[in-house]
């Protein structure tokens, strides 16, 4: 498998239902960040979790990190039909410019039935 | 809240054409970036840039990409000669406050680039 790739591919749930995505990496990471998009549009920050870190809230948002499996969650808690989107984890090094690349896993489909 | 700001956002050009896409970057920060996007594919990284030079770029972004920021606020992505293949949703992006702590991403809404 490839650096950064979400599972499942797609996932459609209930409105107030709770929705998880996982995403696993094969490299060492400095950092893994969440982000949503939504069709055809542009890339939304949601969330950062450090590699030194194992657990992060952000509103109805929560994201695990574990290291040794190279393995992080984020689940959504509540939906609502806005949170239809694709959610991709994207993961980074930091070398000795500052700040390098971000990989992107493929993303999952996360659709909200009212 | 300090957004990243890039224009246009469609364009549609003929293959071999030149194309310049335009970014405002978050005015403090210190990293710029470009990546793409083919539809239905994954985001892919093209190059940052950092002090005035590009400090990493991909494969992708060969002879026929250049970047530019000209006057310290636009960010520019040049394309020389388009292809059919460089048809794909280009997003600008930047990074790093002055505090140097690193918070993520501020990405653009992007600019679909269509090639005819």
């Known amino acids: 498998s490839q650096q950064g790739e979400e599972d499942p591919q797609a996932l459609s749930i209930q409105e107030g239902e709770n929705a998880t995505m996982n995403c696993s990496y094969k490299?060492?990471?400095?950092?893994l960040q969440w982000y949503r998009q939504n069709s055809g549009r542009g890339l939304v920050h949601l969330i950062l979790i450090r590699s030194n870190e194992r657990e992060k809230h952000s509103g109805r948002l929560r994201v695990t990190l574990d290291t040794s499996k190279k393995s992080s969650s984020l689940l959504i808690t509540a939906s609502r039909a806005a949170d239809t989107a694709s959610y991709f984890c994207a993961t980074d090094l930091i070398s000795n410019f500052g700040n390098e690349k971000l990989t992107f896993g493929t993303g999952t489909r996360l659709t909200i039935i009212p | 809240e300090p957004e990243v700001t890039q224009t246009p956002s469609h364009q549609v050009t003929q293959m071999g054409q030149e194309v310049i896409l335009r970014c405002v970057p978050i005015s403090n920060h210190l990293y710029f970036y470009w990546y793409r996007q083919i539809l239905g594919q994954k985001v892919e990284f093209l190059v940052s840039f950092y002090n005035n030079e590009i400090s990493e770029k991909s494969e992708i972004f060969d002879d026929q990409f250049s970047v530019e920021r000209p006057d310290g606020s636009n960010f520019t992505l040049k394309i020389r000669s388009t292809k059919l293949e460089d048809s794909a949703m280009y997003f600008c992006a930047s990074s790093v406050p002055p505090s140097g702590i690193y918070y993520g991403y501020t990405f653009g809404s992007g600019t679909r680039l269509t090639v005819v």
């Open positions: 490299t060492s990471i400095n950092n």
